[in-house]
C-alpha cells in the first residue's frame, strides 16, 4: 500500500492507494474455472471470484485454471476474480 501526500493551497490530500492483482473469468463449469490475466498469482493460491466464492489457483501461467471450493453458481463469463496472497 501506498501513502500519498500532496499539499494543495493550504490543504492536505491524503490517498491510500492498493495495488491488487485481479483477472476475468474466461469459461466456468464443473467447479473449474479457466480465467484469463491473473498475472503473479502463486501456484495453490486462493483467488476470490468478483461475487464472493473462493478458489484456488492451480498453475503459474496467466491463463489459469481455479478449482472453485463453493457451488459458483453465480459466476459468469467475463467477471472478476483477484488473487488474495494466501496460499492454501
Do not use: C, W, Y
Amino acid at each position: 500500500m501506498v501513502l500519498l501526500n500532496i499539499p494543495l493551497d493550504g490543504i492536505e490530500f491524503r490517498a491510500k492507494l492498493k495495488i491488487v492483482n485481479s483477472g476475468t473469468v474466461l469459461q466456468v463449469g464443473d467447479s473449474i474455472a479457466r480465467i484469463h490475466d491473473l498475472d503473479k498469482v502463486m501456484a495453490g493460491e486462493l483467488v476470490e471470484f468478483e461475487e464472493g466464492t473462493i478458489g484456488i489457483a492451480l498453475n503459474l501461467e496467466s491463463n489459469n485454471v481455479v478449482v472453485l471450493m463453493g457451488d459458483g453458481l453465480m459466476i459468469q463469463e467475463g467477471s472478476s476474480i483477484k488473487a488474495t496472497g494466501k496460499i492454501a
